[in-house]
Structures are given as structure tokens and as C-alpha cells.
């Protein structure tokens, strides 16, 4: 992965993604099932809970993979 500060940038946006989640209307995420909103919610807990035992190989394949189908949904809902 990248440096410190990067590696930092990227858990704090990730840990804001989580916190965001938690406050969607519950209808919202029930129209949306196939966005796993538990596990975006989980990451932000683990970030925050467990900062300094965070796997960072765990936060390059979120990155790798599901950020960006995470954004082709949330841009889906947003049009």
C-alpha cells in the first residue's frame, strides 16, 4: 500500500462512508438489498475500533474491489 498519510486519508474516508451508511433511511436501504450496507457499516467499526490491528491488505481489496462497485450503485440510486 502507500504511505502513512495515505493510508490514514483512506481509512478516515472509508470510516466516513460507514458513518454515513448508519444514517440512510431504513427505507432507503430495504429498496436496496443488494448493497451489502452491513458490511460498509461493519469496515467503519472495525476502522474505528481496531485502528492500529487494521488489516491493510482487507482495505486494499475494498478498494480494489468493492469502492468501485459501491459507487456504480449509490450513483444508480442517485440518478
Known sequence: MADEKTIDAVAR???????????????????????????????????????FGLDLEIIWQVLQTSLPDLRQQLDKIGR
Open 13 to 51: 474516508n472509508l470510516e466516513i462512508i460507514g458513518e454515513a451508511v448508519r444514517w440512510l433511511p431504513d427505507d432507503l436501504k430495504r429498496q436496496h438489498k443488494d448493497i451489502p450496507w452491513d458490511q460498509i457499516g461493519g469496515l467503519r467499526n472495525r476502522i474505528v475500533h481496531e485502528y
